[in-house]
């Protein structure tokens, strides 16, 4: 079954830059819608952005709209979401997720869809 794991977080000052990298194993990601999801303890948890499995597609949340790129390579099976211009209201433990689609849903994404393949996330804190 896919299994995904998050990596590139870290602690950076206000107006950096990081790359989140979702790596996948046991199976091809050209199948998975993928999204990006934070959680910060004692709020709900958030979808920050998702892309096609095509790749063709992606969404963001406004809060972030401008600032972060959520792309994919398949060749090497993993999901990136480069962030730059971090504000401290981005910290969290950020997750990714996977939901395998059928050919109708190949070009298009959402953060609302049910996935049901999660990594256990990275936690990224953005503070001077």
């Known amino acids: 079954q896919l299994q995904l794991v998050e990596s590139g977080g870290g602690l950076v000052q206000p107006g950096g830059s990081l790359r989140l990298s979702c790596a996948a194993s046991?199976?091809?990601?050209?199948?998975?819608?993928i999204g990006w999801f934070r959680q910060v303890p004692g709020k709900e948890r958030e979808g920050v952005s998702c892309?096609?499995?095509?790749?063709?597609?992606?969404n963001y949340a406004d809060s972030v709209r401008g600032r972060f790129t959520i792309s994919r390579d398949n060749a090497k099976n993993t999901v990136y979401l480069q962030m730059n211009s971090l504000k401290p209201d981005d910290t969290a433990v950020y997750y990714c997720?996977?939901?395998?689609?059928?050919?109708?849903?190949?070009?298009?994404?959402?953060?609302?869809?049910?996935?049901?393949?999660w990594g256990q996330g990275t936690q990224v804190t953005v503070s001077s």
């Open positions: 997720a996977g939901y395998k689609v059928n050919a109708l849903l190949r070009s298009m994404c959402g953060t609302t869809w049910p996935y049901d393949y």
């Open positions: 046991g199976a091809t990601l050209d199948y998975y819608a």
């Open positions: 892309i096609s499995s095509s790749g063709g597609s992606t």
